[in-house]
């Protein structure tokens, strides 16, 4: 699946539905944190712009959250 830009709202909705709690928001960063396949996860995702592009998209599942895509498209 081709990732395209996404709406960081969403993003952030998404990963609350996985159990991540907004811990607080850090100038035009959210940071989420919680458990995500029995680890402890810290999660950052900028709402600076409206939408997140797919690199970063790619760098949030893969690298922070650790997950795959259809993990993460399962709840978004």
Same mark, same amino acid.
């Given at each position: 699946? !081709?990732?395209?830009?996404?709406?960081? !709202? !969403?993003?952030?909705?998404? /990963?609350?539905?996985?159990?991540? !709690?907004?811990?607080?928001?850090?100038?035009?960063?959210?940071?989420?944190?919680?458990?995500?396949?029995?680890?402890?996860?810290?999660?950052?995702? &900028?709402?600076?712009?409206?939408?997140?592009? &797919?690199?970063?998209?790619?760098?949030?599942?893969?690298? @922070?959250?650790?997950?795959?895509?259809? @993990? /993460? /498209?399962? $709840? $978004?």
């Amino acid at each position: 699946m !081709k990732l395209r830009n996404i709406n960081s !709202k !969403k993003v952030v909705r998404a /990963f609350q539905k996985m159990g991540l !709690k907004v811990v607080h928001q850090a100038g035009t960063h959210v940071i989420l944190k919680g458990i995500i396949n029995g680890q402890q996860k810290t999660i950052s995702i &900028p709402v600076h712009h409206k939408e997140i592009p &797919p690199g970063t998209l790619t760098d949030i599942i893969n690298n @922070q959250a650790c997950i795959s895509r259809e @993990q /993460f /498209f399962q $709840y $978004y």
